[in-house]
């Protein structure tokens, strides 16, 4: 982007981590003057389409989540309260945007409220070795237009495998997540969920598959190789899909590569990985949990 | 000219001004860092280190020794039990002397440095005291590596100060008003009751409410800081040799290798400015003894301690590079049997390997030469010595006592088959002439690999000879040096040399090996 100025800023806060937690809020800034979009007129962004079909959008998104939860042994249920303010216009890249594109150059405000579901038998905290963990959330979210809102189902597992060694750990992840219209109100574009880079497709650019439908799974090997850093090799696979009955294994796209993982007593505190790809090949950097 | 030579000659030196006092604060992170990163660092980029290690340049022999490759300067050693046996009394009671803390105590500090709780006090007979409580369920954890290893070292000639477990009465110890300590932002506070009862909750407590503490005795003079492991001290003018170059330093990695210390830092370390006869001089004691056996001071020990750095790149880049599929054989945690020990394992033990947690730069320059000599200090001691030792220490769990001087005596033996059975270097020592016969000992006797060997004898002029036992027949009147070689019992070389130098008034002037 030779000449056009490009900001990505992303501030997230989380609640107080001390376990045991009985609630917690989450707030999440977003702007981005230059957000691709790489899709072409069809139902879904992005697992269909190519880099050389970009365009791009300006969005400035702020969205909060407030919880409150009980743990019952293993499981721990929580009942959720959430907002998401978002704007989107034409961003430096200046090509049209998709047409038919829900959302799209407006202010959205939406509300809504939703159960998440938790059950984790998976000890270790960061670092775990064996066991698995399993999460579901299901949520609702309408703005005051009328015009805007969905239903959005998420789930997720892991699974943890000890290998021949102290600290050698096999470690799978799924993960599944479906946003639906509520009613006759429309989902609204920037709300769909999103593989990527830093979200369960590791290699990719960012935003590059975002519909309203997203399948992944992973698989890692750690092994330690210093006190609390592990060393690891990832393979990951996923799709984007707009309805189920298009996910097919030969549109799957996949990544892998080695990483790091550098973890304090209790807490994962950064991620590195190097990612290879059918497209290119990506180094990130990422503080807090990746998977 | 000659006048003004003789009275610039004859003047009298001016006083060495009395070093300044170096900040006593626990440099533990920026000086782990500098060794564990940048100096290792540095040393990989320079040639000189990669020519010593592929074995193409000798490695760099120590310093600040005398014409038998003995540590000149008794400022930092003074050699005891390796030269003329210590009495079991003395090895128990090691470098203390008096009666033992009187009660009542009163406190005039908080201790500010290290993981351990703990305070500085005064007794009734107004001795200084410091005073470091074990943590709890674990009496003698941390004070056993403090009274123990205090011992071993000082019989061997290093200065350290007197240390000796103590059941601390709570009852008999009160604030003084004065007392002050340090908050979580290294501000100096006034010590509050609440402050002293917070040491007292996190210290070792017997059934009848006494808390487990070593207890060290202030150190004589005036304290000048710590010493550190690397470089020179530029205020002393006393101090001529690199640290990283002292044999005495050194050779500190085989002894502690031996009782696993592996809080070796130059934190733990401490100059004291001392008169005497009118001349003052810095005297160089080793502190702090507490994460000795299987102890990691406030804690058991972790796994990794004692076979790499708490942050070793090497270990860390072979760990990656091998995928996992190199296991460390102590990623398998040692059994913790013995809660005044932690987990000090009994299984195998590499000296020339042992490694601790924090860089340290005269380890790390260790030649043969001074691994030998540090073996020669470590072997010196005897299973009764040992006893001797251990009588000092707190054993409160039946046959920790035992186990622990069976590891110490297997440990011990190990460093002697490693070091004065060695093909390196030659482990021949305590020369002597009797009779115009120069005989030897042979202290690979330590290592049980003396029986069988042979002696091969060079001297100028005349053929090598070979001998059975370390002793040989000189020629009437014979000065210069000899080389003496030695071949174990199965092997097929010689091993390093020993140049024994006899003077012309037919003594023995000097070694080298």
Avoid at chain 1, 249 to 264: I, Q, T
Avoid at chain 2, 230 to 240: K, M, S, T, V
């Amino acid at each position: 982007m030779a000449g056009t100025k490009q900001v990505f800023a992303r501030v997230r806060y989380a609640g107080p981590p001390r376990a045991p937690r009985r609630g917690g809020a989450v707030v999440d800034f977003t702007r981005d003057s230059d957000t691709e979009l790489y899709a072409r007129p069809g139902p879904a962004l992005g697992w269909e389409t190519s880099p050389s079909d970009r365009s791009s959008h300006a969005l400035t998104r702020l969205r909060g989540r407030i919880w409150g939860e009980r743990r019952l042994g293993s499981l721990r249920a929580g009942l959720f309260g959430a907002a998401d303010d978002g704007e989107t216009s034409m961003g430096l890249g200046g090509q049209e945007p998709p047409a038919g594109l829900t959302g799209f150059s407006r202010r959205i405000i939406l509300g809504g409220a939703g159960l998440r579901l938790e059950w984790d038998d998976a000890p270790g905290g960061e670092r775990p070795v064996r066991g698995a963990r399993l999460s579901g959330e299901l949520e609702a979210q309408a703005a005051g237009d009328g015009e805007h809102g969905y239903a959005r189902g998420s789930l997720e597992g892991q699974a943890f495998a000890p290998l021949f060694a102290p600290g050698r750990v096999l470690a799978l992840s799924g993960s599944w997540e479906r946003l639906r219209d509520l009613g006759a109100r429309r989902a609204p574009f920037f709300a769909y969920p999103v593989l990527d880079n830093e979200n369960r497709l590791r290699g990719y650019r960012r935003l590059r598959f975002r519909a309203p439908g997203a399948a992944a799974v992973s698989a890692e090997y750690r092994w330690p190789i210093w006190v609390s850093w592990d060393a690891f090799y990832f393979l990951d696979a996923g799709q984007s899909f707009s309805r189920e009955a298009e996910l097919r294994p030969n549109r799957w796209s996949a990544g892998h590569g080695p990483g790091l993982r550098f973890l304090s007593k209790d807490r994962l505190l950064m991620s590195a990985h190097l990612a290879f790809t059918g497209e290119e090949r990506r180094f990130a950097l990422a503080l807090g949990k990746v998977f | 000219m000659r006048a003004l030579l003789l009275c610039l000659a004859l003047w009298p030196a001016p006083a060495a001004a009395e070093p300044a006092a170096v900040s006593d604060e626990d440099l533990f992170w920026s000086e782990g860092a500098y060794l564990m990163s940048v100096y290792q660092l540095e040393k990989g980029l320079n040639p000189a280190f990669w020519l010593k290690r592929l074995g193409l340049w000798p490695p760099a022999e120590a310093g600040g020794l005398d014409a038998f490759g003995e540590p000149r300067d008794t400022a930092w050693f003074v050699p005891r039990h390796g030269r003329r046996r210590l009495r079991s009394e003395a090895l128990a009671r090691g470098p203390g002397e008096g009666s033992p803390p009187a009660y009542p105590w009163t406190v005039e500090s908080g201790k500010t440095t290290g993981e351990n709780p703990g305070f500085i006090a005064r007794d009734a007979e107004g001795r200084r005291l410091f005073v470091k409580f074990d943590p709890p369920g674990r009496p003698g954890l941390a004070s056993n590596g403090e009274v123990v290893v205090s011992r071993l070292l000082h019989a061997a000639g290093y200065h350290v100060p007197a240390v000796d477990h103590v059941w601390v009465d709570p009852s008999s110890v009160s604030l003084s008003t004065r007392a002050t300590t340090r908050d979580r932002y290294r501000r100096k506070v006034p010590m509050t009751r609440a402050d002293l009862d917070e040491a007292f909750a996190r210290a070792a407590r017997a059934p009848d409410g006494r808390l487990s503490a070593a207890v060290s005795r202030a150190i004589p003079g005036k304290p000048k800081g710590p010493f550190g492991y690397l470089g020179r001290r530029r205020d002393d003018p006393d101090d001529e040799v690199r640290h990283e170059d002292r044999r005495e330093l050194r050779a500190l990695q085989v002894l502690f290798a031996w009782v696993n210390n592996t809080d070796a830092r130059g934190g733990n370390t401490f100059d004291a400015y001392l008169e005497e006869d009118g001349r003052g001089f810095l005297r160089h004691y080793l502190l702090d003894f507490s994460a000795s056996f299987g102890s990691g001071n406030s804690e058991p020990k972790a796994s990794f301690e004692g076979h790499e750095y708490a942050f070793d790149p090497g270990a860390v880049a072979r760990s990656w590079l091998t995928l996992g599929l190199w296991v460390k054989p102590w990623e398998r945690p040692a059994p913790d049997v013995y809660p005044e020990l932690g987990p000090f394992p009994s299984g195998p033990f590499e000296p020339a390997r042992w490694k601790p947690s924090f860089a340290n730069p005269a380890f790390e320059r260790r030649t043969p030469a001074d691994g030998f000599w540090g073996a020669r200090l470590a072997t010196a001691f005897t299973d009764a010595d040992l006893d001797a030792v251990l009588s000092a220490g707190i054993f409160p769990t039946p046959g920790a006592r035992d186990y622990l001087r069976g590891i110490l005596s297997r440990r011990r033996d190990e460093i002697a088959r490693r070091w004065l059975c060695s093909h390196e270097v030659s482990s021949l020592d305590e020369p002597r002439l009797e009779d115009g016969r120069l005989v030897l000992r042979d202290l690979g006797e330590r290592g049980g690999c003396a029986e069988g060997a042979r002696y091969r004898w060079e001297r100028p002029g005349a053929p090598a000879e070979v001998t059975s036992r370390p002793e040989l027949d000189l020629p009437p009147d014979f000065t210069g040096t000899l080389r003496v070689r030695t071949r174990r019992a199965g092997d097929r070389r010689w091993g390093g040399a020993l140049e024994v130098r006899i003077d012309e008034r037919g003594r023995v002037a000097g070694l080298r090996r």
